[in-house]
């Protein structure tokens, strides 16, 4: 069975920092792009940000300078270093993973609070 298994998720003060970071496991095909997506309470749920197997990467213009993504291929793990958070960054952040031939999985979620 597929896995992608989060951590690094807790309560921090504003202006603090925290590191995310989700592996893969049993997944059949190479994988292609990792990130990360949150969702806050009464919201959609929003890209925060992406990173491809190259490198590139891709970031929601709110975390834009805070939020550096990375990623391990060798080891199918992302990171999302997070810091100078602010409350609004408060939210369930969830691994995302899209493989080739386009599978996309999902972690459980690691909730994010970011207190005044």
């Known amino acids: 069975q597929v896995q992608l298994v989060e951590s690094g998720g807790g309560l921090v003060q504003a202006g603090g920092s925290l590191r995310l970071s989700c592996t893969a496991s049993?997944?059949?095909?190479?994988?292609?792009?990792m990130g990360w997506y949150r969702q806050a309470p009464g919201k959609q749920r929003e890209l925060v940000a992406i990173?491809?197997?190259?490198?590139?990467?891709n970031y929601t213009g709110s975390v834009k300078g805070r939020f550096t993504i990375s990623r391990d291929n060798t080891h199918d793990t992302v990171y999302l270093q997070m810091n100078t958070l602010k409350p609004e960054d408060t939210a369930v952040y969830y691994c995302?993973?899209?493989?080739?031939?386009?599978?996309?999985?999902w972690g459980q979620g690691t909730q994010v609070t970011v207190s005044l």
């Open positions: 995302y993973a899209n493989t080739y031939y386009d599978y996309n999985y």
């Open positions: 049993k997944i059949r095909f190479s994988i292609n792009r």
């Open positions: 990173i491809t197997s190259g490198g590139s990467t």
